[in-house]
């Protein structure tokens, strides 16, 4: 009966370490899923026109996440069937609703980062 019981404890303390040592080797936090895509037709991308010290960009992302942006200027955003947040300048975010298509013809917002939800 003590041989069984003992056999049990240390079968417990075995998948315990096991799950202490798992949890500590694995990273925990937001998955970083999103990808810069080629632009195509039909697709249903998140989709923005940019600029920057004179050049100018047109991008594509797919699936959720979030990167960087490098701080250009945004003229205008098709979300396609993507929710989006994007985060500028001044501090602010702004979420913008999938199968929207926004233009910023005046005021475009220097965008840090981008994040697909």
Not at 25 to 47: M, Q, T, W, Y
Not at 57 to 72: E, H, I, K, L, M
């Amino acid at each position: 009966m003590f041989s069984k019981t003992k056999k049990t404890v240390g079968s417990v303390t075995a998948a315990f370490a096991a799950a202490a040592a798992f949890t500590v080797a694995v990273p925990s936090g937001d998955a970083f899923a999103i990808d810069h895509v080629e632009c195509r037709g039909g697709e249903n991308f998140l989709k923005i026109w940019s600029h920057s010290g004179g050049s100018q960009s047109v991008d594509c992302y797919a699936n959720a996440g979030r990167t960087s942006f490098g701080d250009w200027w945004v003229d205008r955003i098709s979300t396609g069937n993507n929710d989006l947040i994007y985060y500028d300048a001044n501090g602010d975010s702004v979420r913008i609703p999938r199968w929207t298509d926004i233009s910023f013809p005046n005021r475009p917002p220097q965008v840090r980062s981008i994040e697909i939800l």
